[in-house]
């Protein structure tokens, strides 16, 4: 948890002293506990395994839980005056930990795995597939377990973001605080044979991004448009009534959020490094609202074409069909006129 009073400057802030005047990062009995962990990739670290456990306790026994009481709590210390927190959330991040009564909601005969047409792998570029062999080799049924834990670890956040939420009703905050829920990536659950991030498919490139604002037309609605997580720092410091520098990339989304449905044309982008044969390189892809496009070095190692309206899932790349060489060469346009970050 990180907290901050405009115009004070604090010096415990461990990430940036300049920045914060408070900074708490607990540990809690989830941290304890790792030992009891079923592990299906014992071979991976800990951070990037497939490993879960069914906590006995509450949850605010649990390193989130401590997380939300203590962002309470300095809700409750500075609520006559401004302040700035931000409440970072371990879960679901693997290991996938939760009390036991969030398992409980997800039956696990109740778990259904894709229903994916096999011969979409085959038009599938190799740099495209970060889990090699496929579902790193889990059965069915420890398939559907680590899913189950996934949602659990999910359902168990949400319940502490709920009680932040809560806290700011309590306290009357509701309706003067800008509220901004978002996470750095998306997540694979076996989609393509793929399981976590490092990739450039839909489920993983995507994320969720909630914004709620005073006075914004907007809150409680949902916009259909691409928007990318650089466009936070802007649309915050427009919010807050901050000068922002002139060199920002991203884009202040207060428009979309006083009318969600209003003409809006910038894509997103998302880039992964890969490393094959000991060569490495990036793989890029441009998200419109219709078509996501990908290049794996430049198009040296691939290059994949998905037509969100008709194919949502990306079972059918189009990047070699003939009839989608114009979308596909303005697709690579707009990669090329952003760059390459190497």
């Given at each position: 948890v990180h907290y901050g009073v405009p115009g004070q400057i604090g010096t415990d802030g461990q990430d940036d002293p300049q920045s914060w005047n408070k900074v708490v990062n607990p540990a809690g009995r989830d941290k304890k506990e790792e030992h009891l962990l079923t592990n299906y990739t014992p071979n991976r670290g800990l951070g990037s395994s497939l490993s879960w456990l069914e906590a006995e306790g509450t949850d605010e026994?649990?390193?989130?839980?401590?997380?939300?009481?203590?962002?309470?709590?300095?809700?409750?210390?500075?609520?006559?005056?401004?302040?700035?927190?931000?409440?970072?959330?371990?879960?679901?991040?693997?290991?996938?930990?939760?009390?036991?009564?969030?398992?409980?909601?997800?039956?696990?005969?109740?778990?259904?795995?894709?229903?994916?047409?096999?011969?979409?792998?085959?038009?599938?570029?190799?740099?495209?597939?970060?889990?090699?062999?496929?579902?790193?080799?889990?059965?069915?049924?420890?398939?559907?377990?680590?899913?189950?834990?996934?949602?659990?670890?999910?359902?168990?956040?949400?319940?502490?973001?709920?009680?932040?939420?809560?806290?700011?009703?309590?306290?009357?905050?509701?309706?003067?605080?800008?509220?901004?829920?978002?996470?750095?990536?998306?997540?694979?659950?076996?989609?393509?044979?793929?399981?976590?991030?490092?990739?450039?498919f839909e489920p993983a490139a995507r994320v969720p991004l909630f914004i709620g604002a005073p006075s914004m037309k907007g809150n409680g609605k949902v916009s259909p448009r691409i928007v990318e997580l650089i466009d936070v720092y802007p649309t915050l410091a427009n919010l807050c009534g901050l000068s922002k520098p002139t060199y920002l990339q991203g884009a202040d989304l207060t428009p979309l959020l006083n009318n969600p449905r209003m003409r809006w044309d910038r894509p997103a982008y998302t880039q992964v490094d890969r490393s094959i044969r000991g060569s490495k390189f990036i793989g890029r892809s441009v998200r419109t609202e219709r078509w996501r496009y990908t290049e794996w070095n430049e198009g040296r190692d691939g290059i994949q074409l998905y037509d969100h309206r008709k194919d949502p899932n990306e079972y059918v790349n189009l990047a070699n069909d003939p009839r989608y060489e114009k979308v596909r060469n303005e697709l690579r346009a707009l990669l090329r006129a952003h760059g390459v970050s190497k």
């Open positions: 026994e649990q390193t989130d839980g401590i997380v939300a009481t203590e962002a309470i709590r300095l809700m409750r210390e500075n609520k006559d005056r401004p302040f700035f927190i931000a409440a970072g959330f371990y879960r679901p991040h693997c290991p996938y930990i939760a009390p036991k009564k969030y398992f409980d909601m997800y039956p696990v005969e109740s778990i259904e795995l894709p229903n994916e047409p096999q011969e979409h792998f085959k038009d599938i570029p190799k740099p495209a597939f970060f889990t090699d062999p496929l579902y790193w080799g889990l059965d069915e049924l420890q398939r559907k377990e680590v899913i189950r834990a996934y949602y659990a670890a999910v359902t168990f956040m949400d319940a502490q973001v709920g009680r932040l939420l809560d806290a700011l009703e309590e306290l009357n905050l509701a309706d003067k605080t800008v509220i901004v829920f978002w996470s750095d990536h998306g997540y694979n659950l076996t989609e393509h044979g793929q399981w976590k991030k490092q990739s450039l």
